[in-house]
């Protein structure tokens, strides 16, 4: 079993009421792949610049991510983001992106990360995840998330690659945006009408909700009382997500699917309560699974017993 | 068992993308009742004018909803108000209220009201609430509605009456705004502080929160691919919840809290599927049976089974 995923890696500035970071490790492909980490092998593809070093490198290979492909481009700056959050939480402005090296990627995958059997196409230029997924062609599951910005700026090019995918993965604002369709069931009906067999609305500190053939299922965000910084939280919950379903070795039914969507929402829920990597590059498996049990112990309910 | 409910009896108009009433029925205390109604006995509180006629009247009397606290205010004119939603439903726009009888209302109950063993004071002013209140002394549960207005403009008030109630059902915005606090666990632990023992956060689509000392719970909205008018959704839901717990014989604990938050989400979502009562008024018990199983096994997952 092992997982592809290609997507930005990045340094990012982040200010919430809570504090800020000035220049920390981040990107959609690093969140992605920590959390994935937990549960298969993982290969991030993406550039970086010379002031990518080693203490980078160390975070995610303490987590045991494979970082032959990350390509390093002599003279280039990373991808860098500066953002910062109101005391809502839910309300981000970002305030700078500087593209650096990714202005100028084209993707070229080792054979290793080609035979992945998943392949996650996080949020970049959706001609550059089509190139990415024509190379993975034996994937047994792949997806991908994208963003209001090319569903404006490449609809054609984003359709054509989300008609390639099995998962479509991405906030409920742009589902409906992609399609017209202001009522979310009726949207997501009609992305998989495109291609996809499962689609994810990503709904903030709602949750996430999942629409496949065999019906529905949603789960909340779990409940914490200490958030500190949301970025990378729907990176952390598609690693959870992909990481999870990449070990099952049988099918990968809607009974499976489902708990890689309780999966997805613990590994987001650790992502914001510190700053950046800072909390899921220390967590634990241990520590995953019991709060899966309490997610599960939270969403539970029985009818009525017949009197 | 036997539920009172104190709030508005209303005529409503309604514009949203799929059509339009001038002049239905509506208001808080009749959503509510509708809703309960299939769960126990409901009696409905509050003054209606010489406009209310035998054909409002027949809605609530073909449901089983007990009319005799309906002040009929001789002269009066109904409690008014017109919205409109727009192509994203979630977003609605108050045109006009006029309250007409209700700017005089003075709650009298009846000795069969005041006996009830559940009690809902749905958002009116406060200090009408805590009247209301003050003469169900004997209720085994009582819960409260409000909204931004009485935050801003009677807040004293509304945290007397809220220190009065076991279970405050409010939206997510409100607890926040009440608080002052932007974490929503948070802001449900300082609303406990104030007195009630649970607290419900409508999240519109997204469903509904449930906050107690036991813990949290969480359920979606129910999704549908058909929503026509959101009106009256969150007094349809408090009314499957209440009416649902009035019935209870037993302990009302977090099992049965939850199973209520099954029935409200239920009730709420029959609601909006049209305009007003239209789809209350003629729903079956075993049609709301069949939803509930059917959110059940939506928001069901099993944990891993050990390889």
Redesign the interface.
């Known amino acids: 079993m092992s997982l592809t995923v290609v997507g930005s890696i990045a340094f990012d500035a982040v200010k919430t009421?809570f504090g800020e970071r000035e220049r920390m490790l981040g990107g959609a492909a690093v969140h992605f792949s920590l959390a994935a980490s937990f549960f298969t092998e993982v290969r991030p593809v993406g550039p970086v610049g010379d002031d990518f070093g080693p203490e980078q490198f160390e975070v995610l290979e303490k987590r045991g991510v494979l970082c032959d492909d990350i390509e390093r481009v002599p003279g280039g700056r990373s991808f860098f983001w500066r953002g910062r959050y109101e005391?809502?939480?839910n309300v981000a402005h970002t305030e700078d992106t500087q593209l650096g090296v990714f202005a100028e990627f084209e993707p070229k995958l080792s054979p290793a990360s080609q035979e992945a059997d998943t392949l996650f196409l996080a949020n970049i230029q959706p001609d550059l995840q089509r190139q990415v997924r024509a190379q993975c062609g034996s994937a047994r599951l792949s997806g991908l998330d994208s963003m209001n910005l090319w569903i404006e700026t490449a609809k054609d090019s984003l359709t054509a690659a989300i008609a390639e995918v099995d998962c479509l993965v991405v906030n409920d604002a742009e589902i409906?945006m992609l399609t017209g369709e202001?009522?979310?069931?009726?949207a997501a009906?009609a992305v998989m009408a495109m291609g996809p067999r499962a689609v994810i609305a990503k709904?903030g500190?709602?949750?996430a909700?999942l629409?496949t053939e065999g019906?529905?299922?949603?789960?909340?965000g779990f409940?914490?009382?200490?958030?500190r910084d949301p970025t990378g939280a729907g990176d952390s919950f598609a690693g959870g997500f992909f990481g999870y379903l990449d070990g099952v070795e049988g099918e990968l039914d809607d009974?499976e699917l489902?708990?890689a969507?309780?999966y997805g929402t613990v590994l987001a829920s650790f992502n914001v309560e510190e700053f950046g990597t800072e909390r899921v590059s220390r967590l634990t498996r241990e520590e995953i699974d019991e709060r899966?049990?309490q997610l599960?112990?939270?969403?539970?309910?029985?009818?009525?017993v017949a009197s």
Do not use: C, I, K
């Open positions: 009421p005391y809502d939480l409906r202001s009522n979310l069931a009726r009906r709904q500190e709602y949750g909700a629409f019906g529905f299922f949603a789960l909340p409940p914490l009382e200490d958030v009974a489902r708990r969507m309780g899966f049990e599960r112990s939270m969403t539970q309910f029985e009818g009525r």
